[in-house]
């Protein structure tokens, strides 16, 4: 296995940020590790990559103890942060030097290196620039092509399309893509899109524990057997009205008067909708069934109730 997390858990104080998860990610996959903000995701990710340590667990990387042989981890996984750290007075090729030299690379193979990654990450035309004068989406390149310049085994990226514009995602999402056929890639994200375009599998982390593990066709084929119907009306409504229809297991409010109902596959559960509108005198100016989506799977999977007061 080319990642291994066995009991890993990670407590500030009383706070649980995650609470013994286990998975592993085989040589060459390309493994979607999603959950909302605050879920786990980042504190998992800079354990396996020796930036804290855990509570409790064992993490591996290629078959390398986190702990036990942390340099040697560095050595074999690359590694881009949520919120990419570049040192910005310095040029691109400058400081792409500078990181594989960190890792030991030296003289002719450090030159040859810092060449491919600058042609792997399309940056040919902006080696020469400072990185402070590059814009966002490029500056997510050279993060990259740091992360690649010691040709690391396993690639881990935290959010690395966060804050771009839909251009920069669809170019880097190629680049990933590029990446992946020689690297296990483990890499986090809220875009669906992503999940669906470049992920075998998923694996889905809520309050720090792990709520699915599953290659992506079979959680659509397993969770996507329930309804989702969009009802719009013409005022707002309670809720808790809605809660009380059989069948609904969730509700959510994306504006005054719409809602969106997940419910059982269940048939009869629009005519029981419109026998509540009806007995309760709530004008309807819509009502639609829509597709089961890895966005709604994923909203199922990770809604946290409000406690009641």
Same mark, same amino acid.
Request: aromatic share 6%.
């Given at each position: ?20 998860? /286990? ?75 500078? &990181? ?34 590059? /814009? ?34 669809? @170019? ?15 890499? /986090?994200?809220? &875009?669906?899109? @992503? ?96 597709? /089961?989506?890895?966005?709604? &799977? ?12």
């Amino acid at each position: 296995m080319s990642l291994e997390i066995i009991g890993l858990s990670k407590h500030y104080g009383k706070q649980k940020a995650v609470d013994n998860i /286990s998975f592993s990610v085989k040589e060459g996959e390309i493994l979607g590790f999603l959950g909302p903000n605050g879920a786990g995701k980042s504190t998992t990710m800079k354990i396996a990559t020796c930036f804290i340590p855990p509570t409790a667990g064992t993490v591996k990387v290629n078959g390398l103890d986190v702990q036990q042989n942390p340099l040697a981890v560095r050595k074999t996984i690359g590694y881009l942060p949520e919120h990419n750290p570049l040192y910005l007075e310095m040029y691109v090729h400058e400081y792409l030097r500078f &990181i594989g030299s960190l890792h030991g690379l030296g003289g002719k193979k450090l030159r040859e290196r810092v060449k491919d990654v600058v042609g792997l990450c399309g940056l040919e035309h902006e080696q020469n620039k400072r990185i402070q004068a590059l /814009s966002k989406g490029y500056r997510q390149r050279v993060g990259l092509a740091q992360a690649l310049v010691h040709d690391p085994k396993v690639l881990i990226l935290d959010e690395p399309t966060t804050g771009l514009d839909p251009n920069q995602i669809l @170019e880097i999402r190629e680049l990933i893509k590029d990446i992946s056929s020689q690297k296990t890639v483990v890499f /986090s994200t809220h &875009i669906m899109q @992503e999940v669906q375009a470049l992920c075998s599998r998923v694996v889905i982390i809520n309050r720090g524990n792990i709520v699915a593990d599953s290659p992506v066709e079979r959680l659509r084929e397993q969770r996507g057997k329930g309804r989702v119907i969009s009802v719009e009306f013409e005022r707002p409504v309670d809720s808790r009205l809605l809660q009380q229809i059989e069948g609904i297991h969730q509700i959510e409010q994306p504006s005054n008067t719409r809602y969106v109902l997940y419910g059982n596959e269940d048939r009869g559960l629009r005519s029981r909708i419109f026998r509540v509108a009806a007995d309760n005198d709530l004008p309807l100016i819509g009502l639609r069934q829509e597709e /089961s989506s890895l966005e709604s &799977i994923f909203q199922e999977l990770t809604h946290n109730p409000k406690p009641s007061a």
